[in-house]
């Protein structure tokens, strides 16, 4: 558990989850553990913010304790981490829903629909009459979210299609890679769109297994960042941001101190500031220590941590 709060906020620390903060197993260290807590208790607002809805990660929050807020679901809801309640969302036009998730069926997928679990009686509606992918099975059942499953869009339009923060899909990469290009092409303006490694059950980063997500324009991590600095009255030389992953990419790039983890996505590691060691050798507790000491501003020069 962590102690007392200290009475002034220094800075605000934003952290992903897999493949940053979480290790190759998906769990965080003991090490990690302590290094969320006393960045806390020495007055930095750390703030988890991560691809995975509020129901996917509330274990994870239970385990760092988390309070406050938490950037979730991609950054398309600002959460109570504690609670899952949603302050803020992004949600997808419902028309734009539609064309999307038939757009994924006409090339024969099933389209993965998020939902904001603080509005709707379910947390996924899977689309299409297709097998389910083996990490898709994992991961529903591992995390225990309640999902829906339809056939058709028309049988969809019994549910509705408000609510909706994200649409995908999941594929091996040498699937999803064409499908992703298409599609940008298709709704170039209209939606955010990305295909990337997959959590497994095996796979922690790197897997052959990948995701393709969907969000409205506008939707990642840095904007739901960007409301909680300004609503502390931070400056951006005070916003820490830490991360792996190409959802990660904006947030590293804007952020005053932008910080990739060694195992970082090729595309993001030349926009950080500073290199962290490996996710599965606590390089979250290194970048807090430096933080700690204060060899990590934005003053300093690029570096490895």
Not at 268 to 282: F, V
Request: net charge negative.
């Amino acid at each position: 558990m962590c102690g007392a709060y200290a009475d002034t906020m220094k800075g605000l620390v934003a952290v992903d989850l897999d493949g940053t903060l979480l290790d190759s197993s998906g769990k965080v260290s003991p090490r990690n553990i302590k290094a969320f807590c006393d960045l806390r208790d020495a007055g930095y607002k750390v703030v988890p913010a991560t691809g995975r809805s509020w129901r996917e990660s509330r274990r994870v929050f239970e385990v760092i304790n988390a309070t406050g807020m938490a950037v979730t679901s991609g950054g398309s809801v600002l959460s109570d981490a504690a609670t899952g309640k949603t302050i803020e969302r992004i949600v997808i036009d419902p028309a734009l829903v539609r064309r999307l998730t038939l757009a994924l069926l006409e090339r024969g997928l099933l389209a993965h629909l998020l939902r904001d679990h603080d509005s709707s009686c379910h947390d996924y509606c899977l689309v299409g009459t297709g097998q389910v992918n083996p990490a898709t099975e994992w991961w529903l059942k591992a995390h225990e979210v309640d999902v829906r499953r339809v056939d058709s869009v028309d049988d969809l339009e019994k549910l509705g299609f408000d609510h909706v923060l994200r649409v995908g899909a999941v594929e091996s990469g040498e699937v999803l890679a064409p499908v992703c290009a298409a599609m940008r092409e298709q709704f170039h303006g209209h939606a955010n769109m990305q295909s990337w490694s997959a959590v497994t059950s095996n796979s922690a980063i790197g897997s052959e297994t990948h995701l393709l997500e969907i969000y409205c324009v506008g939707t990642d991590k840095w904007t739901m960042i960007q409301r909680l600095r300004d609503r502390h009255g931070l400056s951006n030389d005070q916003v820490f941001a830490i991360g792996d992953g190409l959802n990660d990419l904006i947030m590293v790039r804007e952020a005053g101190v932008g910080i990739a983890m060694q195992n970082a996505h090729a595309e993001l590691r030349p926009l950080a500031k500073h290199i962290a060691p490996h996710h599965h050798d606590d390089g979250f507790a290194h970048v807090v220590e430096h933080i700690l000491s204060g060899a990590l501003s934005a003053q300093s020069v690029r570096s490895s941590v």
